[in-house]
């Protein structure tokens, strides 16, 4: 069974301060005679109304009780199931050098984005569409680091991802530059100790490789190693792009050369039997991760059946009958003589 409105039942309590005030109350405002002597009345038997009187407080009880749970709404349902899930674990490597503010990439509106918050929407859309699956976010410019590790919990995953900016290098928390070879060896190594069957990064970047320790073919022989998919894309027009640049407090464009090492992000998915996408606009990145949803969907064998039963009427008759029988009982049978 289970409760609609459970934080009802916390009116339960209740019953406790009741029970306490009838044992240790009640009786000092009972009616009383005042008699010398009731050495006649030592065995005189007890009233079977007497010995009947805690009834009423046991009915008001289970009114109340059955009311209570009539207002939590319990709720029934019928079952039947039977699932075999192959969960597929997913890291999402993304580019958040400064080059991703560049605003270039157009939708089928002719509305343009940045790439990063391009980048950010897509992926959001995709997390989206991965119920069954461990999902975390690896960022990297000129360093890289976890913004989230793999999580079930996607409502988390999405806040971090929302919050993903790329003045981090600005603001010298990180070294700026494209460091993608570190970028996949961190999100390599959330998956390595994975039991999954199927393990996946999805590496995102508009640069090619500047910075970091690791050269990406390393990071690429690694993951091949393990056994780990990725899939990159490149992000950005051909060409040259609009960047805003903040001078003197005011915000001024410029075009910067768009330089997207195509080869060596062809040469990491291959190596590791993954694919290379090139993302020219909006509609194309959105594109490129739905056809990566398609090519690793989990494999899922579901049998179920369930239908949900509303339950409060008969915990709502149980209070109405239990209710009746007390006032029925106190006008008649435990009726007081004015």
């Known amino acids: 069974m289970e409760f609609a409105n459970r934080e009802y039942l916390f009116l339960l309590l209740l019953i406790i301060p009741y029970i306490i005030w009838y044992v240790m109350f009640r009786k000092k405002s009972e009616p009383t005679i005042q008699m010398g002597d009731t050495y006649a009345l030592r065995f005189a038997p ?4 007497v010995t009947l009187m805690p009834l009423q407080m046991i009915l008001r009880i289970i009114a109340f009780t059955a009311l209570v749970i009539a207002m939590a709404r319990p709720q029934t349902h019928d079952s039947l ?3 075999s899930v192959e969960g597929i674990d997913i890291m999402l490597a993304m580019d958040v050098s400064t080059s991703m503010l560049a605003e270039d990439l157009r939708d ?5 984005q940045n790439r990063i918050e391009a980048a950010k929407t897509v992926a959001a859309e995709f997390i989206a569409g991965r119920a069954n699956d461990n999902i975390g976010l690896t960022i990297f410019a000129g360093e890289a680091f976890t913004q989230c590790p793999m999580t079930i919990d996607h409502a988390a995953l999405l806040s971090l991802l929302r919050n993903v900016r790329t003045d981090i290098a600005a603001r010298g928390l990180i070294e700026d530059g494209t460091a993608i070879g570190m970028g996949l060896a961190n999100a390599v190594s959330r998956l390595k100790d994975s039991g999954a069957k199927s393990r996946v990064v999805i590496l995102l970047t508009d640069g090619s490789n500047n910075r970091g320790d690791l050269s990406p073919m390393t990071s690429a022989e690694i993951a091949q190693s393990l056994g780990i998919r990725v899939y990159t894309i490149g992000v950005g027009t051909n060409g040259t792009a609009r960047h805003p640049l903040t001078v003197g407090g005011g915000v001024q464009y410029v075009q910067i050369p768009v330089e997207i ?20 606009n909006a509609d194309e990145l959105r594109q490129i991760y739905q056809e990566i949803d398609k090519l690793e969907k989990s494999k899922i064998e579901v049998q179920k059946y369930s239908r949900r039963y509303e339950d409060y009427q008969r915990y709502a008759l149980v209070a109405l009958c239990a209710l009746l029988l007390e006032v029925l009982l106190r006008i008649t049978v435990f009726r007081r003589i004015p």
């Open 261 to 280: 090492d195509e080869q060596t992000l062809t040469d990491i998915a291959r190596t590791t039997n993954g694919k290379f996408y090139r993302a020219k």
């Open 81 to 83: 199931q039977n699932e």
């Open 108 to 112: 089928d509106a002719q509305h343009i």
């Open 46 to 49: 007890r009233s079977w109304r």
